[in-house]
């Protein structure tokens, strides 16, 4: 009777613990099988092989453009490898499962890289991917399921870095992994699917292949710190090649007797059509593709706009008690604690009201502080709002109340209705000169090149930027969570805005970015530690900030290096000297474009010749 | 006495699982109605038919172009291997009709070409390659043919993981992937630069199908080659190919041994 009843039912599978089982087991030692591209993955890739590589001209251009030698910068020394190359790289792999302690529920499995002791973590939980604003780091945020026999893993958020190790080819910040990891006894194949709408003009498919080894190898650790390669050279110098001036282009082609084109081309080189298509290509056609094709429209970002545009104001904690507030134009920073908010930028003032209120969901202290970095709207564009919402208890009273001169502020000798604002003494002289409301102003101002405060339990200094973005511009560190506020010095999003008439340059732009490199430490492996807040965009560490920063400098050697060949601005631009950064940043219509910032860059370097 | 109940309903709770899974086989196995097995056809775990084209995306320089002659890193070669290697002479393979011998089963699927994938019948598979105009034929059961050409014999099974409980010798569980062995190999070329594998060679080959959300479908074939006469350990690679719709492209050409 209990067979007949059982007999009707499906046999069923059963699992050990509640929650989906892994129908694999990849737990365990591996180590990389090394029978294909041994020449990359061990002594390096050699130049110009972009070979079997699906970039796009901007892809193309940024690897010709690489100097290797970049890795000397401080900055660049200690980066880690992105998840992608992470995978292709030398050393001993672990992979373990994570298990909730009381249900033995998969949490996530996370697979550890020795070299640059990459750890990657797979969560299997369900857990939704971060929003735009989360920051970015080399390995991503990777969440997998099990289809079939298969492990199959998404990840996100990485950083810019290489898509293949020591050439230049390059994998954007915008790119997507997804991957397989099937087991074969014990074989391991993992493919890599890597979607760059930045750099790449279809998806870019690899495999690698790991054997499992039955004892720990026991070599985990891959130690790196920074320290000085070359000794005095300039602050603003980044190693690259000018547009087609690559001196080692042709080494490769040459070395193996093949067609220059052959590994320029892109996409096609991956296929079998790729012998027909060499029988096409002149070699004036060849040549062309060491530098950006002319007669073209600059190419415009394909990036994800990391802003919401869903009405509402998103809080995103950033560390300790500082948070990042995106939904309102440029990014917003609180510090909260015993005292009253500290608030560093007041966006667009469109959503002036739901700020407010989001600010009141960290505190329930008043709105103290306001400290502008600029003076542009984004940015001191809810100043009005957020300081009548605000008061500053510990003016009541003081001495120096009675000495502010009324009248020219209209609400420092009323500070229980007001915060104080502050800022340096340029935004507050461009804004009046603006006409702004007299309530939105900062009153509070310094002159030199450093404003301090301590404030709920932190350091919180002001740095001058003179003659970058603006002529007032201004860093902001909270020093105890270790975080920089950078207004529109640093976005992760355009070009820098840089406003030549108020006071702003290319050259003090780049020593703004290097001054917030000055004042950054890693936590590991190139990132992390002190997290910069750029004016729009994403949150971001160092790596982000030196990545824009090289990016600053390398246009800005080209148009110099194009006015010193006594080119006009219209011939710079004709020439496309920001083609490998335009799918990253290009805007051709709105109130920053591509050409303005060619313009800028072109314009104060006429005005002020720069120097190295 | 109560501690001593509960321990029996924990005992009855794991051993009346593995009871009835007996009892089921038993009874399909013995004195029920047998359920005849699926054919291989029916029980592919995942589709694998329709035209596939290469992407050449590792060992670039060396698949898409003739290497130089010598050019066998990182191959783990014997030496033995290597000297044969070394006096590759593609005029005479020509001379002696062996402009194939890069098309053989170890060779082909790293090849830039396109496959195309049909069941011939419900326990037959065959591949076509468009690079050199060759065809596999995959048997599920008893492999048919003597070999001695350029493509062997190959036979192939599912592979899935096995679940524990889900049948008397365990069960598959969802998934899986298509293994061929493939044996009796005519000795050819692992690279078209005369690396040679012998007659001996074991190809073992997984096909996994992998599709990739919102977008391509693609088949990676993870192969291991195990020739004690020429290679000093297995080699192991992984190829990738994706899928096509229609059949654009498909450009039979004969063998070339250069």
Redesign the interface.
Known sequence: M??VT??GQA?Q??TATPGQAP??DLSGYWSP???????ERGPGSEIA?Y???PLNEAGRLWALSYDSSRVTLRHHQCEAYLAPYQMRALGNFRIWEEREEHTQRLLAIHIWAQTTEGHRIIWMDGRPHPPAWAPHTFRGFSTGRF????L?V?TTHMKNGALRRGNGVPQSDQATL?E?F???DD?L?N?T?V?DPVFLSE???????F?RQPVDPGAWLYACDDGEQILDRPKDYVPHYMFGKQPFAREFAAR???PLA??LLGGV???????ARLRTVTNAEADTLLAPLGGRSPETSKGVDPEPHDGNIHIWPVRDNVYMLVGDGGNIVVQTGDQGAFVVDTGEGTMSEKVIAAIRTLTNQPIQFIANTTFRREHTGGNAALGAAGQDPSLPGSFFLVQSPRGVTGFFDDPLKHATMMAHVNVQVRMQAAGAPAGAVPADTYLDDRRRKFHNGDAIELFHQPNAVTDGDSLVHFRRADVIVAGDIFTTTQFPVIDVKSGGSVQGLIAALNDILERTVYRHQGEGGTYIVPGHGYLADEHEVVEYRDMVVIVRDRIKALIEAGATLQQVKAARVTADYDTQFGVNTGPWTTDMFIEAVYSSLKAAPAKR | MKLGLTKAAVLLAVLLPLAFNVLVDAQRGGRGVPAAPPTPRAAAPFDLAGQWVSLITEDWRQRQFTPAKGDYVPLPLSPAARKIADSWDPAKDEAAGEQCKAYGAAGLMRLPTRIRIAWEDDTTLKLEADAGTQTRTFYFGAPQGSGGDWQGVSSATWDAPRAPFAGRGGGPSSGGSLKVVTTRMKPGYLRKNGVPYGTNAVLTEYFDRFDVPGGDSLLVVTSELVDTENLMTPYWTSQQFKRENGTTGWNPTPCSAR
């Open positions: 209990l067979c059982l007999s046999p599978i059963p129908p694999v099988v090394l029978h294909e591209d041994l020449t092989d070979g079997g590589f289809v079939g026999n298969a199959v998404r997804t397989s099937v087991r074969h074989h194949t493919v699917v979607t998806p870019m498919v690899r495999s690698n292949d054997s193996y007797k093949l052959s590994s080189t991956m296929y079998p059509e790729l012998a």
